[in-house]
């Protein structure tokens, strides 16, 4: 997560200018500080639902998966689009997302 550059093809930019990892986009997580502008966009919809304050992921559209950020073990959801692509977007130990997968992931 970084300020003060261009984003990448690969980044969302904040409205306060920080680029984050477009992977980072409707996850539950708030990356946008103080904004949360990554969690509110028209397409967090599709990924996760919010009941009784909790977010749910979308089975139909998402993986649960669990990583690490800032020593804390955090679930997140993850589009269906970083399955099955030879990389682990998930902890090594719980590698939902790459689990299963036809090239023997």
């Given at each position: 997560?970084?300020?003060g ?7 969302y ?6 680029c ?17 502008e990554?969690?509110?966009?028209d397409?967090c919809s ?43 977007d ?16």
């Open positions: 997560l970084t300020t550059r261009n984003c990448t093809n690969y980044e930019r904040c409205s306060n200018s920080r984050i990892p477009k992977g980072n986009l409707c996850d539950t997580q708030c990356d946008c500080a103080a904004t949360c990554d969690e509110s966009l397409q599709h990924y996760y639902t919010k009941i009784n304050g909790l977010s749910v992921c979308k089975s139909e559209a998402t993986v649960a998966c669990t990583l690490s950020e800032n020593g804390k073990v955090v679930e997140r959801c993850i589009g269906t689009n970083y399955t099955c692509n030879g990389f682990n998930c902890l090594r130990n719980f590698a939902d997302d790459e689990y299963g997968c036809e090239y023997g992931g």
